[in-house]
Every structure is written in C-alpha cells, then in structure tokens.
C-alpha cells in the first residue's frame, strides 16, 4: 500500500513538473522569437508566419525604428486581420494599418493582395477622422487596381505603402546600419 501511495505522489509531481516545463519551453520559445524578430533578418515569409499580434509588435517595433512616436492601437478590426495603430512623426497624425497577408503559393512567391476596396475603407477612416497622413503595411502585396486609387487620392492626403518584399529591405537596411555602428563603436573601445 505504501508503495503505491509513493508511486501516485511521484507521478503527480512529475506531471505538475511536466507541465511547468512545458509552460518554461514555450515562454523561452516566444521569447527567442521575439529577439529574432527584433535583431535578426527576416524574410517575408518569416513575417507572413507570423500571427497578427506578433505582426503587429514586428510593426511598431520597425515604426519606432524609423523615428515614429506615440505608437498605439486605436482599433482593431477582425475582418482579415487588419490592425488600425496610431502614431505621430514631425508632430502630425498618422494611422497606420498593418494587415498580415498569408502566403498562397510558397513556390512562386505569391501572397495576398490588398485591393481598391480595402484601400478606400482605410481612406475612408482617415477622412473621417480628420486625418491626412497614412501608412499601410502589409506582407502581402498591392494590386493593380489599389495603386492607381491611392495615386488618384487628393493632394491633401500623404499614403505611404509597404509591400512584404519592401518591409523585408527596410529592415534589412536598419539592421546593417545598427550592425555598422556596433562595429565602429567596438573598434573605438
């Protein structure tokens, strides 16, 4: 009888043990990815992986990097994983919209695109909210049909656009240039 009791409490702490060690994997895990995301090179399909939380802390974390301030979500919309985040930059207004495009052809590099219609509901959002500045990120890329609307749009609105072949050189390029400085302030030392 004993040594049964001494059997069911070993396997019940190996089983809370067990899963302590599970929850420990998985936070170094989402920790290391996070490092990676932050510090290393990613390609789009590393940020087409992503889930649109983790794209959208790749996002403000690449928005503060190029000197943007105040970066916030004002809205969230779960029609297609779009994220609305707000930001100031020379002390104006900015909405970005970061949308995580799914890959759909792995061989020829061919992912989801942002049309007209979705472009027109960003804009739409901006004029209603007074706003003239706007970014839309995405991993995907634009259609043909979203180009010619957004260099159709007034002058008064300022668009930039970010396809995941765009994203991927703009965070490669910040990467050498803080490798680069690493490297000059280790050789002053």
Same mark, same amino acid.
């Given at each position: 009888?004993?040594?049964?009791?001494?059997?069911?409490?070993?396997?019940?702490?190996?089983?809370?043990?067990? #899963?302590?060690? !599970?929850?420990?994997?998985?936070?170094?895990?989402? &920790?290391?990815?996070?490092?990676?995301?932050?510090?290393?090179?990613?390609?789009?399909?590393? /940020?087409?992986?992503?889930?649109?939380?983790?794209?959208?802390?790749?996002?403000? !974390?690449? /928005?503060?990097?190029?000197?943007?301030?105040?970066?916030?979500?004002?809205?969230?919309?779960?029609?297609?994983?779009? #994220?609305?985040?707000?930001?100031?930059?020379? $002390? $104006?207004?900015?909405?970005?919209?970061? $949308?995580?495009?799914?890959?759909?052809?792995?061989?020829?590099?061919?992912?989801?695109?942002?049309?007209?219609?979705?472009?027109?509901?960003?804009?739409?959002? /901006?004029?209603?909210? !007074?706003?003239?500045?706007?970014?839309?990120?995405?991993?995907?890329?634009?259609? &043909?049909?979203?180009?010619?609307?957004?260099? &159709?749009?007034? !002058? #008064?609105?300022?668009? &930039?656009?970010?396809?995941?072949?765009?994203?991927?050189?703009?965070?490669?390029?910040?990467?050498? #240039?803080?490798?680069? /400085?690493?490297?000059?302030?280790?050789?002053?030392?």
């Amino acid at each position: 009888m004993y040594v049964i009791f001494i059997i069911g409490i070993t396997f019940i702490g190996l089983s809370y043990y067990s #899963k302590y060690l !599970n929850k420990l994997n998985v936070e170094l895990r989402n &920790s290391h990815r996070s490092q990676w995301l932050k510090y290393g090179l990613v390609s789009r399909k590393h /940020l087409a992986e992503l889930s649109i939380g983790d794209f959208e802390n790749w996002c403000f !974390n690449l /928005l503060e990097k190029l000197g943007y301030k105040n970066i916030e979500i004002v809205s969230s919309w779960r029609y297609e994983n779009y #994220k609305t985040i707000i930001s100031t930059r020379y $002390k $104006k207004t900015i909405y970005v919209w970061c $949308k995580s495009a799914k890959e759909i052809d792995e061989y020829s590099d061919n992912y989801e695109s942002i049309g007209r219609p979705d472009v027109q509901r960003f804009i739409g959002t /901006l004029e209603h909210d !007074n706003v003239t500045d706007g970014i839309i990120i995405t991993t995907g890329d634009f259609t &043909s049909e979203a180009l010619k609307y957004i260099d &159709s749009l007034p !002058n #008064k609105f300022n668009i &930039s656009i970010y396809d995941g072949v765009t994203l991927t050189n703009i965070h490669r390029a910040i990467r050498e #240039k803080e490798i680069s /400085l690493l490297l000059q302030q280790s050789n002053n030392i």
